[in-house]
């Protein structure tokens, strides 16, 4: 009886450090602030926007994968190695840096016959590219996300040839927002990083906006 | 003057690189749409929290109070289509070890609180009421317990050695972690494919294979692989209650023993000794002191296996990849490479990243060794020591609380309150 009785007492002193344990380990990374490092990119932390870096608050505001455009290559791993089937990524369209060029490396193949919407003079794999007449000789470039598999194609046809207007990003409310994600393991350039999901996205006109 | 004539010329230069076409001004009062930024859906993680919850409650009241085979079942059948198909299998405990450790590890790497509950709220269950997590929570489990339908058993011995597997499949996790080399558990896990509809193909088929070995050694993961099912076996080894076999006294008929396909459940120990008090304490003696020569092995054999181990980092990989290409080792370019020459960064800088890399994976192969080496002593140790039984048992650590035994035990609860005629217990016989 009395045997029993100590290895309970044992027991319960190994459960209670145990416990105190896993909350100590919960505790501590739960009330940690975060050092995240900073790309100074965002802006969010600029004195106009409260001057608050969303990074510095609690870890539990939560973060999700974005991935960097500055950073990425256009090697057209987002189509392909996403766990969803289209893939997350999508491409793009930051109007009000585009040219609305006639000529759009991004929506022309390179050995295009004409400049119109047939398919044969499209670089955009599953034509997802709308191209509108908005005035001689401007025309208007949109994305369907329904039809875009974020390959990138028209990304490096952009930024070669025009202003870099389109570009990839992870598109938020398709993200499943995997503990790691299968396209940042795959991404030869590295461009794919957590950022917080109070700021999810790293859109190149707000690069615009600091630059003017 | 100069000066700042020629900063002005670099800032023109950016603008112009930046945009070659500057936006037109339109004639026709043309207004641009905005870029459709939707934000990401945060509105779930607070019903996972409250399904988990709920979920492993409801599995403590089915294990402990209510002891039906069936009611637990079904509440797998609801975790598989909630945590499973329905959240594609993402949150996970399983995963959510990896979070925390990468935290522990890198003081910039956010856990969110989601990630931290679904880490902890399975441990401290199973310090409190056993592997209930395991029994009908898991999604996991639940696919692999959905498919066991003609389960055989497996040799206690082979169980016994092969539940080293999972150990070192955590080590190398954590490894993999510390080093930055991204999370295994989830790269690796064979079932997620099939909650999302699509993985790699061989991902698939390392699932299928799983699922059709289901059929016969009941959930082959859980025994054979699950790294979190380490820390819960640890945890559930110390619980305050656990899953009793018999509602009621032990016949010791020994159906439940074969009605489980875990060889959880533990036979009580022959009436006579098998051997002197004084042998067991001379083996056990040994075997403590053959823990710290089973330590430094493994610590050493660790750090020798410091370049295949740092092989799983991609830059070190990228790192050997270059200089194969540099010495003409390799014709052409990789993705990587290419991407890599695309970048400014210099050869040496990468070497050098290798290198620090490479030191690291050294000191963490050492740890994670030595860990190899004191799991394995304590194992051998724990299969030393016999404990005195009269009745079956299940084995805290091993036991996933499946309910399985209950419906096999002959003893009903309501057998305590019927006087002896009813109960085949021969002492109760003897007595009349």
Known sequence: MKTTKRRDFIKNLARGAVLAGIAGVCGMLGLRKNKYQCSGRCGTCKPANGGVCPLDSAAGSGFVWQLDPEKCTQCGRCATHCVLAPSAVKCFHSYSICGYCDLCGGYLR????????????QLCPTAAIRRKFIEDPYYQYTIDEELCIGCGKCVRGCSTFGNGSLYLQVKHNLCVNCNECAIARACPSDAFRRVPASEPYLLKSNQEKRIS | MIPAFKFQVSDFAVRVSEFRFPMPEFASGYKHPAVYTPAPSSLMAGWDIVALIAALTLAAIFVLKRRKRREIFLLTLFSLIYFGFWRNGCICAVGSVQ?????????AFGVPLTVLIFFAAPLIFALLFGRVFCAAVCPLGAIQEAVAIKPVKVPPAVEKVLSIAPVIYLGLAMLSVAAGAGFLI?????FVGFFRMGASFSLLIFGG????????????????????????????????????ITPAECIRCGLCADSCPYNAISEPSPEAAPETRGRGARRLGLLILLLPVLVALGAGTGSLLREPLSRMHPTVRLAERIAGEELGRYTGNTIESAAFRASDTPNEKLYAEAVALKERFGRGGKWFGAFIGLVIGCKLIGVSIRRKRTDYEPDRGTCYSCGRCFKYCPVKASCREKPAGSTPDTAEFRQY
């Open chain 2, 99 to 107: 979070n925390v450790a990468a935290g522990f590890f890198n003081p």
């Open chain 2, 186 to 190: 989830c790269r690796y896990d064979p």
């Open chain 1, 110 to 121: 390179p050995d295009a016959k004409e400049r119109n919407t047939g398919a044969e003079n």
């Open chain 2, 209 to 244: 294979l799983m699922l059709v070995l289901g059929i016969f050694v009941a959930r082959p993961y859980c025994r054979f692989l699950c790294p979190y099912g380490v820390l819960l076996n640890w945890a559930s080894k110390l619980s305050r209650r656990h899953a009793t």
